[in-house]
């Protein structure tokens, strides 16, 4: 198995950046993951956010996870849990209206630390949406116009620990699923593992680096791509030992973005046989709530069922 993709984004300023664009259109095309380092966040920034974030949990969920999950999901169970998760998690929304301040048990240096992060986070996902509309032959912009709706994008961050497990062999930390919206943005914990992607048929380690950022593809960069770029099927495997730090955050389009496949891209193709339904974000946002840990083939197919009836207009601009 060839080795993980890391970008090195600095790479991309001098005469290494043809190499690595050429990098990150094989891990879009071959992985629908890839790890950044030297992505312009601080290391400073980045260790702030991870102490906070695992002393919230220490004081806020930890206890709640115990009562709640733990000592419920595995009480004389023998056979493999297929309907929970083996995880504690909260979710912040940044776009288009943040709810950071909405929540009374985070503290304000966390809040604080938090919402910049984010700010950062929305920079470099906008900036990776305009190199991959580069590689794809897509006028600058494009993506970014095509998840921005009436009142632009979703941006939001799913914060989650995954405290060790007494039979890791029983319950996934978080069972295989693609993600439904657009780019992901993940800062994980760098010494506990535990993230894995299904590649040619097997399960391949997400490698833990410590400041590292990785990206993956959500069903939306698939659609858009007409199935160039695809989502890929990831989970996270518990551990017995140590508590897995992840906060994922999701640049996802507005409710309201019509998606459907780039027509410059469905140009380039011999056969123009459009594969990829046109779906309003929100009614696959609705399909996927119950459907997250089953296929996404049958999303699509249920996405064509019902295109007869999207208006579709033009995208709208920022």
């Known amino acids: 198995m060839e080795a993980f993709p890391v ?10 950046r043809g190499a690595t664009m050429e990098m990150i259109k094989d891990a879009c095309e071959n992985w629908g993951f890839f790890e950044l380092v030297n ?11 991870e102490k906070l974030t695992k002393g919230h949990y220490r004081k806020c969920m930890e206890q709640r996870f115990k009562e709640l999950v733990a000592a419920k999901a595995l009480e004389g169970v ?9 995880e504690s998690t909260f979710f912040l929304r940044h776009l288009p209206v943040s709810n950071v301040s909405d929540f009374p048990d985070l503290d304000e240096e966390y809040r604080k630390v938090m919402k910049d992060f984010a700010l950062k986070l929305e920079k470099l996902a906008e900036e990776l949406l305009d190199l991959l509309c580069e590689n794809l032959g897509l006028e600058k912009g494009y993506l970014k ?4 709706g009436s009142k632009g994008p979703n941006f939001g961050t799913k914060v989650s620990n995954y405290p060790p497990c007494p039979k890791p062999d029983l319950i996934k930390g978080l069972r295989a699923h693609t993600d439904a919206g657009g780019i992901i943005l993940l800062f994980q914990d760098d010494t506990v593992s535990g ?3 299904l590649k040619d048929g097997q399960w391949v380690d997400v490698p833990p680096m410590r400041h590292s950022i990785v990206v993956n593809l959500g069903d939306q960069l698939e659609v858009i791509t007409n199935g160039k770029y695809k989502s890929v099927l990831h989970r996270v495997v518990a551990q017995t030992d140590g508590n897995r730090m992840s906060i994922a955050s999701f640049y996802n389009p507005g409710n309201d973005a019509v998606i459907y496949p780039a027509p410059a891209l469905l140009e380039k193709e011999a056969e123009n046989d459009q594969v990829y ?22 999303r699509f197919e249920a996405m064509k069922n019902v295109e007869a009836s999207v208006n579709m207009g033009p995208i709208a601009t920022a």
């Open 145 to 148: 116009k095509a998840f921005h």
């Open 195 to 197: 993230l894995q992607l």
């Open 39 to 49: 992505h312009g966040i601080s290391h400073e920034q980045m260790d702030a956010l």
């Open 277 to 298: 339904p046109k779906f309003v974000f929100d009614d696959y946002m609705k399909l996927y709530a119950g459907l997250k840990f089953q296929a996404k083939e049958p």
């Open 7 to 16: 970008i090195n984004m600095e790479m991309l300023n001098g005469e290494e």
């Open 78 to 86: 023998q056979t493999e849990i297929k309907d929970m998760d083996w």
